[in-house]
């Protein structure tokens, strides 16, 4: 079963946008945290943005620090992270993961404070 469902990858040329969804399954409904991660082909996984679902404060990677943006629904069963302004450099697999149990998700691009995954979403920006 999977735990987190990503979608709305694609392909876009550089200054396009996409927006990014994720649904996350009902056992892990008492989420504390999510977040987005993205993994370059050749380069680690790396933290894009991070949301503490009560409050819903939010942590972006400098990087993409005024052209993304993470949100979720009112229900909070779904993650978004719209991105603006792409460039080259942001081309990726796209994962979405959320934290149950631990505080230490608060507002953390760290990918050890995140237990459930999803299969991620391909995104490609040509020059």
């Known amino acids: 079963q999977a735990h987190m469902v990503e979608s709305g990858g694609g392909s876009v040329q550089a200054g396009g946008s996409l927006r990014l969804s994720c649904v996350a399954s009902e056992d892990t409904y008492s989420r504390l945290c999510m977040a987005w991660f993205r993994q370059a082909p050749g380069k680690e996984r790396e933290g894009v943005a991070g949301?503490?679902?009560?409050?819903?404060?939010?942590s972006y990677a400098d990087s993409v620090k005024g052209r993304f943006t993470i949100s979720q629904d009112n229900d909070k069963n779904t993650l978004f992270l719209q991105m603006d302004n792409l460039n080259p450099d942001d081309t990726a697999m796209y994962f979405c993961?959320?934290?149950?149990?631990?505080?230490?998700?608060?507002?953390?691009?760290?990918?050890?404070?995140?237990?459930?995954w999803g299969q991620g979403t391909q995104v490609v920006v040509s020059a």
């Open positions: 949301l503490y679902t009560d409050s819903r404060e939010a």
């Open positions: 993961a959320a934290e149950t149990s631990s505080v230490l998700c608060y507002l953390s691009l760290d990918s050890a404070r995140y237990t459930y």
